[in-house]
């Protein structure tokens, strides 16, 4: 299950939710396509920060740090999905921003502040790794504190409130058979994967190459997933067969988000 929050992608990324169950005669809980109904997101209350000043970007807040020259040239970065970043000042209230995994672009994102400097708006495109169709997503935040000085209007401390996406950035199928469940996305992010807590591989996804998943009983699942040998994000996720509660956090930032999806 997709559960990305595309706020401040090089910030945070919450990456996909997968579930599972005991193998029966019966259909598992968790079988089928589901959508992620982000008007039922409850979002970390923790804000995300960066700031521009002098000239470079900073990320305060990212689970590795982000220091790059905002000149709109690509920048090596590590610790995250992507390997370089560029930055660009668009206007005084508006940046630009790309990743790009191996000379591919990860995605494009436009960050504007509004007139008064309160709200903050993130629109992002999301290049998939096997080159299928983009995803679309928009999210705001309200400023936390006061507007530091002296920097881009875009700086500071952001509370993300609202995240909308499109469709298939939000679908994913699952299929258990026997004690492996698979999973499958639009955008070509796949896995078959045991119920056992062992890693197995993951294709298609900038965000994770391993994934483990546990059973903790007949409707719940907790999965982890790792990039190079690291978790990145850890999913608590119980299912009826009709909704889906997915309880996602991100251990290297702390930062925990509430999400439902339902059954197509």
């Known amino acids: 299950m997709k559960t990305s929050l595309w706020f401040i992608r090089c910030a945070l990324v919450f990456s996909a939710a997968a579930w599972a169950a005991t193998a029966s005669c019966a259909q598992s809980p968790f079988d089928g396509t589901w959508r992620t109904d982000l008007a ?109 000085s002296g920097v881009h209007a875009t700086s500071g401390n952001w509370i ?34 045991k119920l056992d807590g062992g890693d197995f591989p993951a294709k298609g996804s900038y965000v994770f190459d391993t994934v483990s998943l546990k059973k903790i009983d007949a409707h719940t699942i907790e999965q982890t997933e790792k990039r190079d040998g690291t978790v990145i994000d850890v999913s608590k996720i119980t299912a009826n067969g009709k909704t889906m509660t997915i309880v996602d956090t991100d251990p290297r930032t702390n930062r925990t988000e509430t999400l439902t999806a339902h059954k197509q």
């Open 160 to 193: 993300v409130e609202k995240e909308t996406g499109s469709a298939n950035g939000l679908t994913t199928t699952y299929k258990l058979n026997g004690d492996e469940l698979t999973m499958s996305e639009p955008s070509g992010e796949t896995y078959t994967a």
């Open 40 to 148: 039922q997101a409850k979002f970390s209350p923790k804000p995300v920060g960066f700031y521009l000043s002098e000239g470079w970007y900073h990320c305060i807040t990212c689970a590795s740090p982000v220091d790059v020259q905002a000149d709109g040239q690509d920048h090596p970065v590590t610790g995250q999905s992507y390997d370089s970043l560029s930055v660009t000042v668009v206007d005084p209230h508006t940046l630009s921003v790309v990743a790009k995994k191996a000379g591919k672009v990860d995605y494009e994102q436009t960050r504007t502040v509004s007139a008064d400097g309160k709200v903050l708006t993130v629109k992002t495109t999301v290049h998939p790794a096997d080159g299928s169709e983009t995803e679309t997503f928009e999210a705001t935040g309200k400023r936390a504190g006061i507007a530091p």
